[in-house]
T-cell receptor
Framework: AQKITQTQPGMFVQEKEAVTLDCTYD???????LFWYKQPSSGEMIFLIY??????QNATEGRYSLNFQKARKSANLVISASQLGDSAMYFC???????????FGTGTSLTVIP | DAGVIQSPRHEVTEMGQEVTLRCKPI?????LFWYRQTMMRGLELLIY????????DSGMPEDRFSAKMPNASFSTLKIQPSEPRDSAVYFC??????????????FGDGTRLSIL
């Protein structure tokens, strides 16, 4: 089974609007971390936001927030007030406490329309 | 980013040639990871090291691939002989804020490899 599933290969959003990128995960480990990365066309992988499995509150970092629904095993990324520079690939990832490996989803390509 | 330096940034070579990719993480971190990214397969973990020792190399595609970490601030990924299907972007990564616990990965800028 896939550890991380991103079902949206591509998304479009109007500039200044909010957008939600979906991510579901699969693990039996009670302790894990969830991460989102941004990969612009230049290719570098940029860490955006982290959510721990025991965190009571949803993580926020500036315009990024993580909608963490533990029972549903989902960790959707919300980008508010989209900017043209947000156009990129976005990857969801998970690390289980029992291992050191990061599991990455297949990514979602986000295009911000002026 | 200065946290993880990869070289070369781009490599173009003919099939059959030996290719060596290099990674220089800031020393002091115990873990180092090598990934490969392709359109077809996404981001795949190839191998990771802890204290310079390979821990899990189950992601290494085949015997043509080998990786070493002779010291805490240098690692190589070697492909010999190279094949066109090895064309990909290869990333080196380490935990961002220190020893590996629940820390995000900090990636180098990657090496874009093209095998003709």
């Amino acid at each position: 089974a896939q550890k991380i599933t991103q079902t949206q290969p591509g998304m479009f959003v109007q500039e200044k609007e909010a957008v939600t990128l979906d991510c579901t995960y699969d693990t039996s480990d009670p302790s894990y971390g969830l991460f989102w990365y941004k990969q612009p066309s230049s290719g570098e992988m940029i860490f955006l936001i982290y959510q721990g499995s025991y965190d009571q509150q949803n993580a926020t970092e500036g315009r990024y927030s993580l909608n963490f629904q533990k029972a549903r095993k989902s960790a959707n990324l919300v980008i508010s007030a989209s900017q043209l520079g947000d156009s990129a690939m976005y990857f969801c990832a998970m690390r289980e406490r029992t291992g050191n490996q990061f599991y990455f989803g297949t990514g979602t390509s986000l295009t911000v329309i002026p | 980013d200065a946290g993880v330096i990869q070289s070369p940034r781009h490599e173009v070579t003919e099939m059959g040639q030996e290719v060596t990719l290099r990674c220089k993480p800031i020393s002091g971190h115990d873990y180092l990871f090598w990934y490969r990214q392709t359109m077809m397969r996404g981001l795949e973990l190839l191998i990771y090291f802890n204290n310079n020792v390979p821990i899990d190399d189950s992601g290494m595609p085949e015997d043509r691939f080998s990786a070493k970490m002779p010291n805490a601030s240098f690692s190589t990924l070697k492909i010999q002989p190279s094949e066109p299907r090895d064309s990909a972007v290869y990333f080196c990564a380490r935990p961002q804020w220190g020893d590996n616990s629940n820390q995000p990965q900090h990636f180098g800028d990657g090496t874009r490899l093209s095998i003709l």
